[in-house]
DNA sequence: ACTTGCCTTCGACCGCACTCGAAGTCCTAC
DNA sequence: GTAGGACTTCGAGTGCGGTCGAAGGCAAGT
């Protein structure tokens, strides 16, 4: 079975190495549906947020005859993305704009572009935020024994 | 009034540029107690967020004759000190941690060097995983039209 | 004396992003 | 045919980090 065949590569798979594209995931996904599992399993979220993220919005995901999701590539890729820009903490507030833009259709494509640089700018101040902040740690701790402040 | 001078000094500074350490609190700190609108303008945290810090014990703040917050030298470092960390995404709950090992004594050293050690790797592990996130969101942005899992 | 305005305490509330539990369904294996 | 386990929906609960509002106090300006 392909399901079980993918979980085992999971499981084997040198942990944490590539970095799961969506790109990645068009080779990767043998099998043209996954369950709500191998998808958990695939981006390491839980079902329960799986299902979460359904819900409100952020994908649309099929039933099968007796009710359970299937996601297909297509499906698979969203949610791939949606976890990418959550990890870059895109609020799920613009996530689902995003979405919605989509839906919309292809004329959207401009403000979804804009969407994605706004997004892009917040990352790279947090970036350097990140940065000063780690600096005044590093000088802390090298100067460690010094009593200002701490 | 050393109070108002402060405040104006804010207010006319050169927007954003120091990055706020505790040693420059050292040298701007020209009035030797400052109440909490003046900490707050300072560290660009609420007065709110102040007396919640307070709160839930991660600074000591003196008060006057009439019940007021008096910020010493000291308690003003450690205020900016704090704020640092959380930029860092320091959980309030490791500040915390490290509040009270330092009013525990010198002899607490090694665990708050620890301590922070520990975190400086967090934020390690939380710069690269951002940068992962901004390459796919910059691959997106330029391949933009391709209609993957979008 | 009185208004203005920042200050105090206290507890309640908020937004975000999950996370969980209950109650029930459906397929598979034995 | 029946036990097990993963699945379904729904609504409620959690943890974090603030954020707010009410009710009252004190001090300076007019």
């Keep these: 079975m392909t399901t079980e065949r993918l979980r085992d590569l ?3 798979m040198p942990t944490e190495l590539p970095p799961l594209t969506v ?3 068009r080779d990767l996904d043998i099998a043209e549906h996954l369950a709500i599992a191998d998808v958990a399993a695939l ?3 839980s079902p329960h947020t799986l299902r979460y993220y359904e819900r409100i919005g952020l994908v649309d995901v099929a039933r099968d005859a007796g009710g359970r999701r299937v996601y297909d590539r297509d ?3 969203r949610v791939v993305f949606i976890t990418r820009l959550r990890d870059s903490d895109m609020p ?3 996530i689902a704009r995003y979405v919605e833009l989509v839906k919309q259709g292809p004329e959207t494509e401009p403000e979804r ?3 994605l640089e706004a997004h892009r700018a917040d990352v790279l101040v947090r970036l350097r935020d990140l940065q000063a902040a780690l600096a005044v740690v590093d000088y802390k701790i090298t100067t460690y024994g010094g009593a200002c402040g701490s």
Tied chains: 1, 2.
Aim: proline share 0%; charged share 10%.
């Design 10 to 12: 999971i499981e084997t």
């Design 43 to 45: 981006t390491g979220l």
């Design 92 to 94: 799920i507030a613009s």
């Design 113 to 115: 572009l804009a969407l």
């Design 75 to 77: 499906a698979v890729g």
């Design 23 to 25: 790109e990645l995931v």
